[in-house]
């Protein structure tokens, strides 16, 4: 590798470059990319010599009609290898290794660069100027007809142009690439079954200035090929529904006045529970924008929407009243729960004034009572609304003591909506508040932009429990995410349901919902799954009345300083094990079919352990567990998952 670098350097140093085709290869050696700057610009990927990308396209057409990739004339190629760690403070470790090589190809009015890390490789243009993109073509042609995890988006009846209107919730169809549904789009990421074992992720990362990419294959061959929302030129009135505006025409390009592209990654694992501890996409992100990042405070919030304000045992009508929410704020205070979110309602009017509250609300006392008891408060606002009053919004509640936003109803990605996410990120952060997208795309690495960005939703959540076809397998769902949409970032997944059925048990109930699987697969998923804004869906009666469980997870922490994946196969199981301080937990999820597991925690300081475990008889009162205390000792254990269950351990001055 070293005699690579220093050659190409060399070669570069003599000035204008001959060569057609290029190798980059990995600091370990084992992943290597070729470019190829003939007629057509394509890459190709390799592992161990077995090819998984076969020679792929990359062109732009900008708007003045100038090409970048067809018989592209390079006249320089700079590489270098870059290996530094980086402060991660509200992510899942504490610090991330930033270790690659890179070669750097110029144009005269762009760079290609590529980067190859052990774990993966990357690539973007990267503009001189800011131009606008009238056209991108990329492709990923797969070596073989493999099988993929492709979550198409939900509006598959229609046109390809209106499929771009997406909250990017979506179960995985597990299937052939040549078998994908050609009248659909799916958005990233994407994962690949490869020989050996191998697994592929498609992602995308510092999504700033562009729109974000879907996956398409027009001819049912091996070629997935990018597809790009035009920028949106007229709007008609917003969507009774959902308060979105809706396009009415779109102009002919992609982009306009890009200065920032963004990366495209295909992550390479050797196994699959590889991809449970990727952080590729914050490391390929911008870095900090907004400087001093101590006034952000992570932690956990008791939700109100999910359980539809239904308490029980008090004396006053529940609801969207102040009485309400000086209950929920009790609970939390109670728990050490740090935040409560006041979900859609508390307004005035949801569409069109938000900076008064409704007249059972009493907002000024509320943030009152919460400050006196320890506990922030969270108000839910419409993307469409907020954009509009932006900077109004921030001043006025961040005056008042509000902590942050949950922004709803985005459910587009073309340059308009991405742009919408960086402002929202900049001026909430201008006024110390924090944001969880929801309605979301997927995450691309902005919370290492923006850090006041602890949350996306993008993934079909808990709260798709409360309606919907009762026949929907949400514990699979729980064990793909991990090794796909979760490889994306976190998310605002809303565990923590406390009423809980097995598969036949399970339906829809809107005011008192419930979810699928065990009781320890809600307690595991606050383990798995990321979320530095992590939600409790449930209502705080039916949690106090289960003092065991909840307060397991009041005291779990939502950011990390060591996350390890220790074993799984996509859909079927997944471990992981994370360390906060000195303090250690470990968790498994479980598909339908019961598993034993023998799991090697010899990593672990011995001493006592608290284990929350599926009960004898889970398999058919899924709320049933049993919690006990044991000395661990090292080496392995050995755990009995029940169909649709989860196991959690805690060790160190966490465990309760």
């Known amino acids: ?121 990357a690539w973007r243009f990267e503009p001189v100027k800011p131009v606008t993109v009238k056209a991108e073509d990329i492709l990923f042609t797969f070596a073989e007809d493999w099988t993929a995890y492709i979550p198409y988006v939900n509006q598959h009846t229609q046109t390809l142009d209106s499929q771009f209107f997406s909250s990017q919730e979506a179960h995985y169809n597990h299937e052939k690439i040549s078998e994908w549904n050609n009248r659909r789009l799916a958005f990233l990421p994407i994962t690949v079954d490869a020989p050996n074992g191998i697994k592929l992720c498609i992602v995308e990362a510092d999504l700033i200035d562009y729109p974000g990419m879907y996956l398409y294959n027009a001819y049912a061959g091996l070629s997935l090929k990018g597809v790009f929302a035009p920028v949106p030129s007229a709007y008609e009135a917003e969507d009774g529904e959902t308060f979105q505006r809706i396009i009415a025409a779109r102009k002919d390009v992609i982009a306009e006045n890009v200065s920032v592209m963004p990366w495209r990654a295909v992550i390479v694992a050797q196994e699959a529970k590889e991809l449970a501890q990727s952080d590729m996409t914050w490391r390929l992100a911008s870095p900090n924008a907004i400087g001093d990042v101590s006034w952000i405070k992570p932690g956990k919030v008791a939700w109100d929407w999910w359980n539809g304000w239904n308490l029980y045992g008090v004396d006053f009508e529940t609801g969207i009243n102040t009485e309400t929410y000086k209950y929920y704020i009790d609970f939390a205070a109670s728990k050490g729960i740090e935040y409560i979110v006041m979900d859609e309602g508390w307004a005035k009017n949801t569409v069109l004034n938000m900076k008064e509250t409704r ?262 009162a899924a709320r049933d567990y049993k919690k006990c205390e044991v000395e661990l000792k090292g080496g392995k254990v050995k755990i009995h998952l029940a169909p649709g269950g989860g196991w959690v351990l805690s060790c160190g001055n966490g465990g309760r």
């Not at 190409?8 to 190798?23: D, F, H, I, Q, R």
């Not at 390079?74 to 590489?79: D, I, M, P, R």
């Not at 929907?472 to 809303?494: H, M, S």
């Not at 949690?543 to 909840?550: A, F, G």
């Open 1 to 121: 590798m070293k005699r690579f670098l220093l050659v190409l350097a060399l070669v570069a140093a003599c000035g204008s470059l001959t060569a057609k085709e290029y190798t980059l290869v990995s600091p370990d050696g084992h992943l290597s990319v070729v470019v190829d700057a003939g007629k057509t610009l394509t890459y190709s990927i390799q592992r161990d010599g077995l090819m998984l990308i076969k020679p792929s396209c990359l062109q732009l057409t900008l708007a003045d009609g100038r090409l970048w990739g067809p018989d592209a004339r390079f006249t320089k190629a700079v590489t270098r290898t870059v290996d530094t760690t980086v402060e991660a403070p509200l992510f899942k470790r504490a610090t991330v290794r930033d270790h690659f090589n890179e070669l750097a190809l110029q144009a005269k009015d762009f760079r290609l660069v590529f980067r190859a890390y052990d774990d993966g490789i």
């Open 359 to 620: 007249p059972e609300i009493d907002l000024p006392e509320l943030v009152r009572y919460g400050q006196e008891k320890g506990v922030g408060i969270v108000l839910w606002t419409i993307a469409r609304l907020f954009e509009d009053q932006m900077e109004d919004l921030c001043a006025q509640y961040s005056a008042l003591g509000i902590k942050g936003w949950k922004i709803d109803f985005m459910d587009h990605d073309d340059q308009n909506m991405v742009h919408f996410y960086r402002n929202a990120a900049a001026v909430t952060a201008k006024y110390h508040m924090f944001v969880d997208f929801h309605g979301a795309y997927k995450p691309v690495g902005m919370s290492r932009t923006y850090p006041n960005v602890l949350n996306y939703e993008g993934v079909y959540g808990l709260e798709n429990m409360k309606w919907g076809n009762p026949a929907v397998d949400q514990v699979t769902y729980d064990v793909t995410i991990p090794f796909t949409r979760l490889v994306a970032g976190p998310a605002d997944y809303t565990q923590g349901a406390m009423r809980n059925a097995k598969r036949e048990n399970y339906r829809p109930v809107g005011d008192e919902p419930m979810s699928q699987g065990t009781r320890c697969h809600q307690l595991a998923e606050y383990v798995i799954f990321d979320a530095p804004l992590s939600m409790l869906c449930d209502s705080p009666s039916n949690y106090l009345r289960e003092p065991e469980c909840t307060d397991w997870i009041a005291a779990i922490p939502t950011v990390w300083d060591e996350t390890v994946s220790l074993d799984g196969q996509i859909g079927e199981y997944v471990v992981m094990a994370r360390r906060k301080g000195d303090v250690w937990y470990v968790g498994a999820l479980n598909n339908w079919t019961p598993r034993d597991l023998e799991i090697d925690l010899s990593f672990l300081p011995a001493g006592k352990t608290v284990v929350f475990q599926d009960g004898v008889n889970a398999h058919k």
